[in-house]
């Protein structure tokens, strides 16, 4: 059943046509991810959509209740920004609205948090329109996709991954339009210049020996012949322009980069740590903590908000005397303190200053991280967070080192931006250690997991997915114990009641009762 439909719905921000669509539609119950570039107009759609703002044209249709979850939260001065943004939700999905209109509900909540929610979005009764960066929760999550591209907004049926396979195709139909456009426009070039060269030939008299008057008389015996020709040429010509010109798809040169000392860690032992113990007035973060780390591994360091993913990185950076690194190693540092930027250089300046590779390949990378061309050369002062973010990380990723840390790399990236650095880092043949909250971005580019949890460390050798399937196996096997010691004292309890009955044994049932329910519960969510 269709409970919202927005039609001929127009916006824009000054001169600039924001996005444009002829209808989009909203069943109950339904699931929809937003997707677009940052500034393309995800959260004001939202907003329209919501009834929050106005449209510049168009119609909304609706009797159903709308809640929008804002994605800028209010800021505390106790509370923690993951406590705000939990609260926030828990509010809106209290609200029981029709359609539940969600921009970036996972900002600042920990993996733990991000999948509580995944199950509450689950679980929830209305439509969703969820605007996130998060791919895998638009993969657990959405059966349709709405995409903002160069203002329009298009449709697309399936979760996040099938809307990029869908996507892949129609990029593979413009590929295979550019080849047909090019054979098309060279064979007729090709004919074109074939009929000038017997043109010009028809003007030539066949023989060095032949007399003036045979000479007239055979230019004369031909030009009717050469006159069609060139209406052929023309003809010809006029073809070529008239043929639909099809621009050539984006093709990104393959990035080769020899790390400095490359060979001597490949492989190798890098970075030891051993019996490290970490405490930060008098709170313990972990203890005697032992884990190496190889060249060329990447490893994601994962845990709740507050366990010490960051704190860990800056020991090791550090270098304290737990942490043991090869001399042979250069370590490029990315956080989200972007002050290694000069705000009054543009961006080739400024990773130009620290490079250690030629300006073809520093061209090659910005591309990649989606600045091209004249784009190279806007001033950082004048750039978007999400450009500052991949501005800084060229800068480190192309400087004289070969283990790069990185502490929340995404932040402020649009899905695209972090596509594109996925391709960059599963690339680099280097070290890379990074804490991030992105699933996706874990799964893509991890092949191990340094976890802190309970105040200990532990390694998982294995890439995110296989590290979720051993945890939620070790989560199933601890709640069937924890529901068999519940069905064993439920019968005791049962026994004891039919001989026996008191107020006391009735409320030990129930309270039984309710943990047998929350653990089949918990067994069926793992």
Same mark, same amino acid.
């Given at each position: 059943?269709?409970?919202?439909?927005?039609?001929?719905?127009?916006?824009?921000?000054?001169?600039?046509?924001?996005?444009?669509?002829? $209808?989009?539609?909203?069943?109950?119950?339904?699931?929809?991810?937003?997707?677009?570039?940052?500034?393309?107009?995800?959260?004001?759609?939202?907003?329209?959509?919501?009834?929050?703002?106005?449209?510049?044209?168009?119609?909304?249709? =609706?009797?159903?209740?709308?809640? #929008?979850?804002?994605?800028?939260?209010?800021?505390?001065?106790?509370?923690?920004?993951?406590?705000?943004?939990?609260?926030?939700?828990?509010?809106?999905?209290?609200?029981?609205?029709?359609?539940?209109?969600?921009?970036?509900?996972?900002?600042?909540?920990?993996?733990?948090?991000?999948?509580?929610?995944?199950? *509450?979005?689950?679980?929830?009764?209305?439509?969703?329109?969820?605007?996130?960066?998060?791919?895998?929760?638009?993969? $657990?999550?959405?059966?349709?996709?709405?995409?903002?591209?160069?203002?329009?907004?298009?449709?697309?049926?399936?979760?996040?991954?099938?809307?990029?396979? *869908?996507?892949?195709?129609?990029?593979?139909?413009?590929?295979?339009?550019?080849?047909?456009?090019?054979?098309?426009?060279?064979?007729?070039?090709?004919?074109? %210049?074939?009929?000038? %060269?017997?043109?010009?030939?028809?003007?030539?008299?066949?023989?060095?020996?032949?007399?003036?008057?045979?000479?007239?008389?055979?230019?004369?015996?031909?030009?009717?012949?050469? +006159?069609?020709?060139?209406?052929?040429?023309?003809?010809?010509?006029?073809?070529?322009?008239?043929?639909?010109?099809?621009?050539?798809?984006?093709?990104?040169?393959?990035?080769?980069?020899?790390?400095?000392?490359?060979?001597?860690?490949?492989?190798?032992?890098?970075?030891?740590?051993?019996?490290?113990?970490?405490?930060?007035?008098?709170?313990? #973060?972990?203890?005697?903590?032992?884990?190496?780390?190889?060249?060329?591994?990447?490893?994601?360091?994962?845990? +709740?908000?507050?366990?010490?993913?960051?704190?860990?990185?800056? *020991?090791?950076?550090?270098?304290?005397?737990?942490?043991?690194?090869?001399?042979?190693? +250069?370590?490029?540092?990315?956080?989200?303190?972007?002050?290694? &930027?000069?705000?009054?250089?543009?961006?080739?300046?400024?990773?130009?200053?620290?490079?250690?590779?030629?300006?073809?390949?520093?061209?090659?990378?910005?591309?990649?991280?989606?600045?091209?061309?004249?784009?190279?050369?806007?001033?950082?002062?004048?750039?978007?967070?999400?450009?500052?973010?991949?501005?800084?990380?060229?800068?480190?990723?192309?400087?004289?080192?070969?283990? #790069?840390?990185?502490?929340?790399?995404?932040?402020?990236?649009?899905?695209?931006?972090?596509?594109?650095?996925?391709?960059?880092?599963?690339?680099?043949?280097?070290?890379?250690?990074?804490?991030?909250?992105?699933?996706?971005?874990?799964?893509?580019?991890?092949?191990?997991?340094?976890?802190?949890?309970?105040?200990? !460390?532990?390694?998982? =050798?294995?890439?995110?997915?296989?590290?979720?399937?051993?945890?939620?196996?070790?989560?199933?096997?601890?709640?069937?114990?924890?529901?068999?010691?519940?069905?064993? +004292? &439920?019968?005791?309890?049962?026994?004891?009641?039919?001989?026996?009955?008191?107020?006391? &044994?009735?409320?030990?049932?129930?309270?039984?009762?309710?943990?047998?329910?929350?653990?089949?519960?918990?067994?069926?969510? !793992?």
């Amino acid at each position: 059943m269709i409970i919202l439909e927005a039609n001929h719905i127009e916006k824009s921000i000054k001169d600039r046509k924001l996005f444009g669509f002829e $209808q989009l539609r909203i069943q109950d119950r339904e699931r929809i991810g937003l997707v677009g570039r940052n500034g393309s107009g995800k959260t004001t759609l939202l907003n329209i959509l919501a009834g929050q703002s106005e449209a510049d044209e168009g119609t909304i249709m =609706t009797s159903a209740t709308r809640y #929008l979850l804002p994605q800028l939260k209010e800021a505390g001065t106790v509370r923690s920004g993951g406590e705000i943004t939990k609260r926030y939700i828990d509010k809106a999905l209290a609200a029981k609205p029709d359609i539940l209109f969600a921009d970036e509900p996972s900002t600042n909540l920990d993996a733990e948090s991000i999948e509580r929610l995944e199950g *509450q979005f689950k679980r929830f009764q209305g439509a969703i329109v969820l605007v996130s960066h998060d791919r895998y929760l638009l993969d $657990q999550l959405c059966t349709k996709i709405w995409e903002i591209e160069d203002g329009h907004v298009r449709e697309f049926t399936g979760h996040y991954t099938q809307y990029l396979e *869908q996507k892949e195709l129609l990029r593979q139909q413009e590929r295979e339009k550019y080849e047909q456009y090019t054979a098309k426009k060279k064979q007729l070039e090709q004919a074109a %210049q074939l009929k000038e %060269q017997k043109a010009k030939k028809m003007t030539k008299a066949p023989s060095k020996h032949m007399g003036t008057s045979e000479s007239r008389l055979y230019k004369m015996k031909y030009a009717k012949k050469q +006159k069609m020709m060139h209406q052929n040429i023309k003809a010809l010509k006029t073809r070529i322009d008239k043929l639909e010109k099809v621009e050539k798809p984006r093709e990104l040169p393959p990035i080769k980069m020899d790390l400095p000392d490359g060979s001597e860690i490949q492989g190798r032992r890098i970075i030891q740590v051993k019996d490290f113990t970490m405490k930060i007035n008098e709170k313990v #973060l972990w203890r005697e903590a032992s884990f190496d780390i190889k060249g060329g591994e990447k490893v994601a360091v994962i845990g +709740k908000n507050g366990a010490g993913k960051t704190t860990l990185l800056k *020991q090791i950076l550090a270098r304290v005397p737990e942490v043991m690194i090869s001399p042979a190693v +250069k370590i490029g540092y990315f956080s989200q303190n972007l002050d290694i &930027l000069n705000p009054e250089k543009n961006i080739l300046e400024n990773v130009k200053a620290t490079a250690i590779y030629p300006e073809a390949l520093i061209r090659t990378v910005l591309a990649r991280l989606h600045f091209y061309e004249e784009e190279v050369f806007k001033p950082v002062k004048a750039l978007s967070g999400g450009e500052r973010v991949k501005a800084a990380f060229a800068k480190v990723f192309l400087g004289d080192m070969n283990v #790069l840390v990185m502490d929340e790399p995404t932040n402020f990236l649009d899905i695209h931006a972090m596509e594109a650095l996925e391709d960059l880092l599963s690339h680099y043949e280097g070290t890379v250690i990074f804490v991030s909250h992105d699933r996706r971005f874990i799964e893509n580019i991890a092949a191990k997991m340094i976890e802190i949890e309970d105040q200990s !460390i532990t390694v998982f =050798t294995g890439n995110y997915k296989e590290y979720r399937e051993s945890r939620q196996e070790s989560s199933r096997d601890f709640a069937r114990d924890e529901l068999l010691k519940i069905e064993t +004292k &439920l019968t005791e309890v049962i026994s004891k009641l039919s001989e026996h009955p008191s107020e006391t &044994l009735e409320q030990e049932f129930q309270r039984l009762i309710a943990e047998r329910k929350s653990l089949k519960e918990n067994l069926t969510d !793992i």
